[in-house]
């Protein structure tokens, strides 16, 4: 063993400042005024509307919205593997990214539509299709050919 | 699969997480000192930490197609495995420990009893510990609604935040399907043709990471049924800043400051992107920052190279989390050295960490001396996220076609100025209104401010610990200077400011509000 040395003194506590301690405790107790009281930051509304979201939601209309972004594709997506492996797939919208069909088929030529884009495969006479939304329903996808497609 | 039902596969990965970093990052012997409260938080990130870069590894040298969940699985296992041994392990020598200091206890005691330490305060032996217990208790109680308004919004609610879906769970699905990181299957193609992606291809993928390690369990992708596995991600991130916030200035404090975070309007708003009930990326990222600085001010204090470790591994999944990351990083990496060079070099009066070796770990003598020097190998954790930013950079230049950001032009960099009035006049807009902020930016805008100017001293510890105060001003002049260039080069500030700012903000809130508290603390000289 060796030898003996002094213990060094015990750990000095935390003493935050006095002003701290008032300010957060303040601030807490405004913030729940806040979220008590009527108004935009009010807690009971946004409470209210979350018990009436999830209580609206039975366990198959929840599954329905929640796999929402790959449930209103899974159509799409057994369409897309019928398609020929060699024709390019366009994406025509723009909050739709094309990664959700390149994710599913990796090996496929998926872009985002562009005219430009068209407009080439066209004087290619390259086959196509098109992604987009059945009457601008964010539900409701549909596949169509390059040529039936509208820019 | 259902949500019950998902829970145990779930709960399996995440306490693999845990079992992963107790037998690895957590078997590191300054780890013993650590409370419980803070040692397993901390071990359960650095084993997400170690599951995220070994997917990374796995992704790359797989072929494609090759299923992903064999391998999830066997890291699960593993951890698992791990798990009870760690935890036996770490009780043992806490005990062991507790024999060591039996000696000692009558006196920390009799010194605690009149300094307040642990709850306990009185004069004359009279303790006033149960007044502070209720009080703390009541607070305690008052975290509970709005934590579990965020828990039913992240776990009731469907996933259909853009981000989340589009960003990260797709990636993650992605992955999950057998697309690889080395671009012998396409998947190269897909990242760098720009026309087949969505903005954000740049990305770090530790949250599509997380997705894909929980869809593996699930065994199919899921995000419904893999949202308790965020919850738990989140919670653990809270528990971590909580532990934090507690061993900056004491356990009052500590549920004042997450208490006055939690019934922020924002925290409990599932309707705005990247509020904490939606499984956005960006409040996870704010406690890895707020995680790397605070153990960071501990080490200061403890001269511990395990504190210095576990503010590297925080500072490393930030990296890997969102490109704010490799800023904090480049950031925090040479101000840190900056801060521990100047703090270590000091001679210490407050004895505080001599005293937690010496009690905590056998052989005082040993540790007593030990403990007075400063452990300048540990600096070498700083080398960790500037691997894994230099391992992802690389990684990512093979298949990223494009910055978001590019490097300004000098004609850009004139134009600076000129937009400089709006974004800040945005800036402050944004962060006093009452309906997502509340009364959070007044006091830690305030209490940051007057927290610096104490430390305007030419204290070698206040520098140490401003310098790690302007990690967070270098990340907030970054941030204004990246949406200050995205408008030069794409325009659209009010865009950026409805649809991003929030979200930025968001990101500096649990780093902002653990400097606030630390800096207006300090510990009394013996």
New interface residues.
Partial sequence: ?????????????????R???A???L??A???A??LLPG??A?FP??TD?AR??AA?D?ES??R??????ARLLPVYEAVAALPEDEPLLVAHD?V????V???F??RR???A?DA?RAELDAHHQPYHVLTLANGDPLRWTLLPGDEAGR | MSLAAAWLPILALHAAWLGTGLGSFGALRGTRAWPPLLALPAAYFAGALLHVLALHVLMLTLGPGFPTQPFVWLLVSAGLLVLPFAVWRRSRARAQDRVDRVDRVDRVDRVDRVNGVNGVDGVDGVPAELPRRRFDALLALLLLPPLALIAVQLVGLPDVSYDSVAFWNAKGAWLFHGARLDGSDGSAEVFADPRRLHANPDYPLYRPMLALAQYSVLGAVDDHAAKPGFLLHLLAGLALLYALLRDAAGRTAALLALGLLLWTPIMAAASIPGSPGTTYVDFPLGLQFAASLGFLLRALRTRCGADVGAAMAAAASAALMKNEGSIWCALLVPLGACALLLGWSTRRTDGGAEHAAAVTHGHRTQHASRALRAPWLALLWLALPVAVLAAWKTLAARFVPQIYIRPPTPAQIVRLPEIAPAMAAGWWHSLLELRLWGVLGPVLLTACAIGALRHLRMDRERLARLALALVLLGQLWAVLLGVMLLEIQKGGLDNWMAHAWDRLILQLVPPALLLAVALNTRRAAR
Avoid: K
């Fill in positions: 063993m060796p030898p003996d040395v002094p213990l060094p003194p015990p750990p000095a506590p935390p003493r935050p400042c002003a701290l301690t300010a957060l405790a601030g807490l405004a913030s729940i806040l979220a935009p930051t807690l946004a409470l979350l979201d999830v939601h366990s929840l599954r919205e929640h796999d929402g972004w790959y909050q990214p094309p990664f959700f390149a994710a599913r990796p090996a998926v872009f985002a562009s884009l």
